[in-house]
Protein backbone atom coordinates (compact mmCIF):
# COMPACT_ATOMS: atom_id res chain seq x y z
CA UNK A 1 0.00 0.00 0.00
CA UNK A 2 1.54 3.25 -1.04
CA UNK A 3 1.52 6.35 1.49
CA UNK A 4 -1.17 8.21 -0.61
CA UNK A 5 -3.62 5.62 -0.46
CA UNK A 6 -2.88 4.59 3.64
CA UNK A 7 -3.33 8.30 4.62
CA UNK A 8 -6.57 8.41 2.63
CA UNK A 9 -7.97 5.25 4.52
CA UNK A 10 -6.34 6.79 7.44
CA UNK A 11 -8.30 9.75 6.75
CA UNK A 12 -11.71 8.28 6.31
CA UNK A 13 -11.40 5.92 8.87
CA UNK A 14 -10.68 9.07 11.13
CA UNK A 15 -13.83 10.91 9.99
CA UNK A 16 -16.08 7.90 10.18
CA UNK A 17 -15.12 7.68 13.65
CA UNK A 18 -15.52 11.50 14.49
CA UNK A 19 -19.18 11.42 13.05
CA UNK A 20 -20.17 8.73 14.74
CA UNK A 21 -22.68 9.54 17.70
CA UNK A 22 -21.56 7.74 20.45
CA UNK A 23 -19.46 8.61 23.54
CA UNK A 24 -15.92 9.96 23.05
CA UNK A 25 -14.29 6.60 23.84
CA UNK A 26 -16.30 4.45 21.68
CA UNK A 27 -15.42 7.07 18.53
CA UNK A 28 -11.40 6.74 19.77
CA UNK A 29 -11.93 2.79 19.76
CA UNK A 30 -13.24 2.77 16.49
CA UNK A 31 -10.93 4.44 15.05
CA UNK A 32 -7.85 2.15 16.60
CA UNK A 33 -9.71 -0.76 15.43
CA UNK A 34 -8.83 0.53 11.78
CA UNK A 35 -5.86 1.95 12.30
CA UNK A 36 -4.71 -1.53 13.32
CA UNK A 37 -6.32 -3.29 9.94
CA UNK A 38 -3.53 -1.20 7.78
CA UNK A 39 -0.95 -0.71 10.82
CA UNK A 40 -0.96 -3.48 12.89
CA UNK A 41 2.73 -3.09 13.90
CA UNK A 42 2.53 0.42 14.64
CA UNK A 43 -0.74 -0.30 17.14
CA UNK A 44 0.84 -3.21 18.44
CA UNK A 45 4.27 -0.76 19.66
CA UNK A 46 1.24 1.52 20.69
CA UNK A 47 0.44 -1.31 22.97
CA UNK A 48 3.65 -2.50 23.98
CA UNK A 49 4.72 1.28 25.05
CA UNK A 50 1.44 1.65 27.17
CA UNK A 51 1.65 -1.73 29.01
CA UNK A 52 5.42 -0.36 30.01
CA UNK A 53 4.12 3.29 31.41
CA UNK A 54 1.71 1.50 33.01
CA UNK A 55 3.93 -0.85 35.01
CA UNK A 56 5.74 1.84 35.80
CA UNK A 57 2.29 3.87 37.34
CA UNK A 58 3.21 6.87 34.79
CA UNK A 59 1.05 10.09 35.26
CA UNK A 60 -0.05 8.76 38.62
CA UNK A 61 1.97 11.83 40.01
CA UNK A 62 -0.16 13.84 38.78
CA UNK A 63 -2.07 15.56 41.39
CA UNK A 64 -5.49 13.97 42.26
CA UNK A 65 -8.58 15.02 43.88
CA UNK A 66 -8.51 16.86 46.73
CA UNK A 67 -4.53 18.43 46.34
CA UNK A 68 -3.86 21.64 44.73
CA UNK A 69 -2.77 21.99 41.20
CA UNK A 70 0.59 24.10 40.80
CA UNK A 71 0.25 27.38 38.98
CA UNK A 72 1.23 27.80 35.49
CA UNK A 73 2.31 30.83 33.69
CA UNK A 74 1.95 29.51 29.93
CA UNK A 75 2.10 31.78 26.66
CA UNK A 76 -1.05 31.63 24.35
CA UNK A 77 -1.13 31.61 20.92
CA UNK A 78 -0.57 35.12 20.65
CA UNK A 79 2.28 35.42 23.13
CA UNK A 80 0.58 36.49 25.83
CA UNK A 81 1.22 34.86 29.25
CA UNK A 82 -1.51 32.94 30.65
CA UNK A 83 -1.96 32.75 34.64
CA UNK A 84 -3.98 29.65 36.15
CA UNK A 85 -5.10 31.68 39.21
CA UNK A 86 -5.92 34.59 37.19
CA UNK A 87 -8.45 31.85 35.17
CA UNK A 88 -9.59 30.36 37.78
CA UNK A 89 -11.10 33.74 39.47
CA UNK A 90 -13.67 33.67 36.55
CA UNK A 91 -15.01 29.61 37.60
CA UNK A 92 -13.78 26.41 37.62
CA UNK A 93 -11.40 25.33 34.65
CA UNK A 94 -11.23 22.14 32.69
CA UNK A 95 -7.34 21.51 31.78
CA UNK A 96 -6.89 19.02 28.65
CA UNK A 97 -3.23 18.42 28.32
CA UNK A 98 -2.56 17.06 24.69
CA UNK A 99 0.26 16.00 22.39
CA UNK A 100 0.08 18.36 19.50
CA UNK A 101 -1.92 19.44 16.51
CA UNK A 102 -0.61 15.99 14.63
CA UNK A 103 -2.17 13.90 16.53
CA UNK A 104 -5.47 12.19 15.64
CA UNK A 105 -6.73 11.00 19.01
CA UNK A 106 -6.12 15.19 20.51
CA UNK A 107 -8.39 16.30 17.59
CA UNK A 108 -10.89 14.00 18.57
CA UNK A 109 -10.44 14.98 22.11
CA UNK A 110 -10.52 18.71 21.39
CA UNK A 111 -13.21 18.76 18.73
CA UNK A 112 -15.50 17.03 20.82
CA UNK A 113 -14.74 19.59 24.01
CA UNK A 114 -15.36 22.55 21.38
CA UNK A 115 -18.83 21.17 20.73
CA UNK A 116 -19.09 21.02 24.46
CA UNK A 117 -18.26 24.42 24.80
CA UNK A 118 -21.48 26.22 25.43
CA UNK A 119 -22.99 23.23 27.65
CA UNK A 120 -19.63 23.53 30.08
CA UNK A 121 -19.84 27.55 30.37
CA UNK A 122 -23.45 26.72 31.22
CA UNK A 123 -22.71 25.59 34.22
CA UNK A 124 -19.54 28.04 35.03
CA UNK A 125 -16.67 26.30 33.53
CA UNK A 126 -13.67 27.65 30.86
CA UNK A 127 -11.75 25.31 29.02
CA UNK A 128 -8.26 25.60 28.15
CA UNK A 129 -5.81 22.87 25.77
CA UNK A 130 -2.03 22.81 26.95
CA UNK A 131 0.51 21.71 24.53
CA UNK A 132 4.38 21.17 23.89
CA UNK A 133 4.34 22.93 20.69
CA UNK A 134 5.32 26.81 19.97
CA UNK A 135 2.84 28.81 18.46
CA UNK A 136 3.14 28.34 15.35
CA UNK A 137 1.78 24.78 15.47
CA UNK A 138 -0.74 25.38 18.42
CA UNK A 139 -1.98 28.25 16.39
CA UNK A 140 -2.55 25.70 13.45
CA UNK A 141 -4.65 23.46 15.65
CA UNK A 142 -6.74 26.07 17.08
CA UNK A 143 -7.44 27.22 14.03
CA UNK A 144 -8.01 24.26 11.94
CA UNK A 145 -10.16 22.69 14.93
CA UNK A 146 -12.37 25.91 15.17
CA UNK A 147 -11.42 25.43 18.83
CA UNK A 148 -13.01 28.48 20.63
CA UNK A 149 -10.52 28.02 24.05
CA UNK A 150 -7.06 29.14 24.68
CA UNK A 151 -4.20 26.94 23.59
CA UNK A 152 -1.56 27.55 25.71
CA UNK A 153 2.21 26.22 25.06
CA UNK A 154 4.03 24.16 27.50
CA UNK A 155 7.33 24.40 26.45
CA UNK A 156 9.62 21.88 26.86
CA UNK A 157 7.12 20.05 28.53
CA UNK A 158 8.29 21.99 32.00
CA UNK A 159 5.37 21.93 33.59
CA UNK A 160 3.76 18.59 32.56
CA UNK A 161 7.19 17.27 33.41
CA UNK A 162 6.55 18.92 36.74
CA UNK A 163 3.46 16.82 37.44
CA UNK A 164 4.11 13.73 36.43
CA UNK A 165 3.36 13.97 32.68
CA UNK A 166 6.08 13.88 30.31
CA UNK A 167 7.36 10.81 28.61
CA UNK A 168 10.05 10.12 26.76
CA UNK A 169 9.02 8.33 22.80
CA UNK A 170 10.44 4.84 22.32
CA UNK A 171 12.92 4.81 19.64
CA UNK A 172 10.48 2.19 17.88
CA UNK A 173 7.75 5.01 17.48
CA UNK A 174 9.98 7.83 16.91
CA UNK A 175 11.42 5.97 13.84
CA UNK A 176 7.56 5.64 12.76
CA UNK A 177 6.85 9.69 13.29
CA UNK A 178 10.44 10.28 11.45
CA UNK A 179 8.91 7.91 8.40
CA UNK A 180 5.35 9.62 8.63
CA UNK A 181 7.02 13.30 8.59
CA UNK A 182 5.81 13.85 12.37
CA UNK A 183 8.96 15.66 13.37
CA UNK A 184 8.04 16.63 16.91
CA UNK A 185 11.58 19.17 17.40
CA UNK A 186 10.30 21.16 15.47
CA UNK A 187 6.90 21.30 16.47
CA UNK A 188 8.34 21.83 20.01
CA UNK A 189 10.96 23.91 18.96
CA UNK A 190 13.48 21.51 21.17
CA UNK A 191 15.69 18.72 20.34
CA UNK A 192 14.10 15.78 22.88
CA UNK A 193 11.63 13.20 21.65
CA UNK A 194 9.42 13.49 24.72
CA UNK A 195 5.69 14.47 24.94
CA UNK A 196 3.03 14.71 27.48
CA UNK A 197 0.80 11.66 28.98
CA UNK A 198 -2.75 13.37 28.01
CA UNK A 199 -4.69 14.54 30.80
CA UNK A 200 -7.77 15.87 31.82
CA UNK A 201 -8.02 17.82 35.38
CA UNK A 202 -10.77 19.57 36.61
CA UNK A 203 -9.84 22.34 39.10
CA UNK A 204 -12.00 24.21 40.95
CA UNK A 205 -11.48 28.11 41.93
CA UNK A 206 -9.72 27.33 45.21
CA UNK A 207 -6.97 25.57 42.82
CA UNK A 208 -8.58 22.25 44.33
CA UNK A 209 -9.00 19.25 41.49
CA UNK A 210 -12.07 18.00 41.58
CA UNK A 211 -12.18 15.39 38.91
CA UNK A 212 -8.74 14.13 37.31
CA UNK A 213 -8.27 12.12 34.34
CA UNK A 214 -4.97 10.54 33.53
CA UNK A 215 -4.31 7.39 31.42
CA UNK A 216 -1.08 6.09 30.16
CA UNK A 217 -3.15 5.22 26.64
CA UNK A 218 -3.43 8.09 24.60
CA UNK A 219 -6.24 6.53 22.76
CA UNK A 220 -8.60 6.75 25.73
CA UNK A 221 -9.55 10.26 27.12
CA UNK A 222 -12.44 11.74 29.78
CA UNK A 223 -15.86 11.53 28.83
CA UNK A 224 -17.68 14.90 28.86
CA UNK A 225 -20.35 13.35 31.31
CA UNK A 226 -17.25 12.64 33.77
CA UNK A 227 -15.94 16.50 33.11
CA UNK A 228 -19.17 17.91 34.02
CA UNK A 229 -19.85 16.13 37.17
CA UNK A 230 -16.45 17.55 38.14
CA UNK A 231 -17.37 20.59 37.45
CA UNK A 232 -20.58 20.37 39.19
CA UNK A 233 -18.61 18.95 41.75
CA UNK A 234 -16.60 22.58 42.61
Not at 28 to 37: C, D, G, N, P, Q
Not at 89 to 98: A, D, R
Not at 192 to 217: E, K, S
Amino acid sequence: MNESNLKEILTNAWKRAEALDAPLNERMALYVSETRKVLPNLIASYDEFVSSLRTLDAGMSCPAVGEVLPEFILPNTDGSLVQLSKLLKWGPLVISFNRGHWCPYCKMELRTLARKEPELADIGAKIVSIVPEISEFSEKMKGLNELPFEILTDMDLEYSDSIGLATVVPDNIREFYIQSGINLPVYQGVKRWVLPIPATIVVGQDGIVRARFVDPDFRCRMEISDIKAGVNAS
